[in-house]
């Protein structure tokens, strides 16, 4: 069980998904994020840990702050950015070219005009799913590749 933004996630600990982009969460004295995307049925990580992975599909760049920002490898459209921290924030893309803001604190996940507090996210389901067209979604299934995916690291 993990606790974010005084919601509860027992089984797996993702908050969010961006445009099939997974960010897990892992709770202590500094959260951890780590940030990843199915290709070919493999897990492929663009953010470890905090810290950029180089990719095929992905840029991954982080600056002197330790934002990462990501973007699309082939046309370098900005996907989003993590600021990890006591107060996690994260910036989505739009398709519009449009941003999306999400920020998780000890008290909410707040996405948009979205608030997300004491809620129990209970086995394969994720706090709030948002789509690149800005719409949200709460409490979705994390399909099922992927929850093979998350038991076999």
Same mark, same amino acid.
């Given at each position: $069980?993990?606790?974010?933004?005084? #919601?509860?996630?027992?089984?797996?600990?993702?908050?969010?998904?961006?445009?099939?982009?997974?960010?897990?969460?892992?709770?202590?004295? /500094?959260?951890?994020?780590?940030?990843?995307?199915?290709?070919?049925?493999?897990?492929?990580?663009? @953010?470890?840990?905090?810290?950029?992975?180089?990719?095929?599909?992905?840029? @991954?760049?982080? #600056?002197?702050?330790?934002?990462?920002?990501?973007?699309?490898?082939?046309?370098?459209?900005?996907?989003?950015?993590?600021?990890?921290?006591? /107060?996690?924030? @994260?910036?989505?893309?739009?398709?519009?070219?449009?941003?999306?803001?999400?920020?998780?604190?000890? +008290?909410?996940?707040?996405?948009?005009?979205?608030?997300?507090?004491?809620?129990?996210?209970?086995?394969? $389901?994720?706090?709030?799913? @948002?789509? +690149?067209?800005?719409?949200?979604?709460?409490?979705?299934?994390?399909?099922?590749?992927?929850?093979?995916?998350?038991?076999?690291?």
């Amino acid at each position: $069980m993990a606790r974010f933004g005084g #919601n509860e996630f027992t089984g797996f600990s993702i908050p969010l998904i961006f445009a099939g982009r997974y960010f897990l969460m892992e709770p202590g004295k /500094e959260v951890l994020i780590s940030v990843f995307t199915e290709q070919k049925g493999e897990a492929v990580f663009e @953010v470890l840990k905090n810290n950029p992975v180089q990719n095929p599909y992905t840029e @991954v760049n982080s #600056n002197a702050t330790r934002i990462v920002t990501v973007a699309d490898k082939q046309s370098g459209k900005f996907l989003y950015k993590v600021r990890p921290g006591s /107060e996690t924030s @994260v910036t989505f893309g739009k398709l519009d070219g449009g941003e999306i803001s999400a920020r998780i604190t000890d +008290q909410q996940i707040e996405v948009g005009g979205t608030v997300l507090q004491n809620n129990t996210f209970v086995g394969s $389901m994720v706090g709030v799913v @948002v789509n +690149q067209d800005g719409r949200i979604g709460i409490g979705a299934s994390i399909p099922p590749l992927v929850r093979r995916l998350l038991t076999s690291q």
